[in-house]
């Protein structure tokens, strides 16, 4: 094949995918599965070596592997506040992790990507772990979805963690359905049986509405600790726990990609898999990897806020391929809102349409000016150029095992804290695992930067420097429990 030839072939594939975005079905279903502390560096298909992932590194062969995919916060509430509405979650006011005694909650006038589909005739199903308010004002059945069963916070907020002696005063892990607890007292029984009553539920409701447009969000409750596999995996792996539980979140996957296959659903149905934050480190051999990535869950460094991401729509993405723009959860609503000629909320939200990069379209490049990167109660930690390039950390506080290895058992390792003390500049395109800080040589772009944080503080305020957004919104609030 002479060179002419190569290039022709090349961009009839790259002008296809243009012509894909724009000839996509108005309607195609949706299926995002969301894991819960997997790493960055936890999947086959990002260089694993530890966990076994044949299901999802088919799916990376039969789509596209995302290798700058981020989350907006490193923790859970947040985490999904962001996937579910395309916001900032400060701007809704969910900061953290909610656990059981949380007053508040996703506000009633919030749009849920739940409800922006229902509203486009999608019938909609949630399995897994939800956290974003307990109270039933705050469950996913008032917030778009069709039906529900799953937890409502983290597994760990549980009194037979190990090593956690009901310190938080943790009450029982209720199991909902609908609104209805139908089991009271979750048991380590009962957890080892979630990855597969989850990936049940997910199965039977694409089978159940096959006919008809449908959006499944299947939060995993799993890899966060405590660790659970039911016991067709228990062991399985030869490699420790950890790596069972992922070998089973595999095979969910695998089951689901099945059922869409022989279901006739492959070539309509886009499917996301990422995790809601990297890899919670300090539980050492209960914790995942961030690979390459400095740091992990709690922090804005990467490898907090970058996670593994792999989406599937065979014909509309071009298969094998690999994507390394930098992406954001706050862009799957109003992506797939324009996929489905959707219109976007009324009150402002911060994703944008990033469809032609999905689906890998000629010339696409990210609309973000910059993304603004916050954690704890509002504080604003960094900011990242749209373009995914330059990264700047800005002055705070953070954990870190500094080296140390983590805990054993499910009990974690001791962090220590540090403090960045001036703004540091990253170049990722060179450095992801942000070992040389180059601010000295790049002021331009520290100037350019800062006034984006300027911009972030005006909108969305910032605890470290005591200012008061104007953009910010009330989260629903309940009564405290007594």
Known sequence: MNAFSSLTITLSILLGA??????????????????????????????STRTVTPNLDKMAREGRKFTNFHVAQAVCSASRTALLTGCYPNRLGIHGALGPKATVGISDNEVTLAQLLKRQGYSTGMAGKWHLGHHPRFLPTRHGFDEYLGLPYSNDMWPHQPGAKNKAGYPALPLIEGETTIDPDVTAEDQARLTSMYTSRAVSFIEKHKKEPFFFYLAHSMPHVPLHASKAFLGKSGKGL??????????????????????????????????DN?????????????????????????????????????GKMPAGSVCDDFLMTIDVLPTVAALVDARLPKKPIDGLDVGPILLGSLGAKNPHDAYYLYYGV?????????????????????????????????????SQQFTI?????????????????????????VKALLEFAERARTDLGDAITKRKGSGLREPGRVEATP
């Not at 070998?247 to 296959?261: C, K």
């Not at 703004?423 to 601010?439: I, N, Q």
């Open 278 to 314: 990297g890899p919670w480190l300090p539980y050492g051999e209960h914790a995942g990897t961030s690979g390459p990535l400095r740091e992990g869950k709690g922090t804005a460094w990467e490898g907090g806020i970058r996670a593994p991401c792999v989406m599937r729509w065979p």
């Open 421 to 445: 003390t001036r703004p540091e500049l990253y170049d990722l395109a060179k450095d992801r695992s942000e070992t040389t800080d180059v601010a000295e040589r790049n002021p331009e772009v």
């Open 18 to 47: 243009v012509e894909a975005h724009a000839d996509a079905p108005g309607r195609p279903n949706l299926v995002i599965i969301y894991a819960d502390d997997l790493g960055y560096g936890d999947l086959g298909c990002f260089g």
């Open 242 to 275: 950890y790596a069972d539980v992922i070998m089973e979140i595999d095979a969910s996957v695998g089951r689901i990609l099945e059922t869409l296959d022989t279901n006739g659903l492959k070539e309509n149905t886009l499917v996301i898999f990422t995790s």
């Open 378 to 414: 509002n504080q604003l930690q960094g900011i990242v150029s749209g373009d995914g390039r330059w990264k700047l950390m800005l002055p705070h506080s953070y954990g870190s095992l500094a080296g140390k290895p983590g805990g054993v058992g499910g009990v974690p390792a001791k």
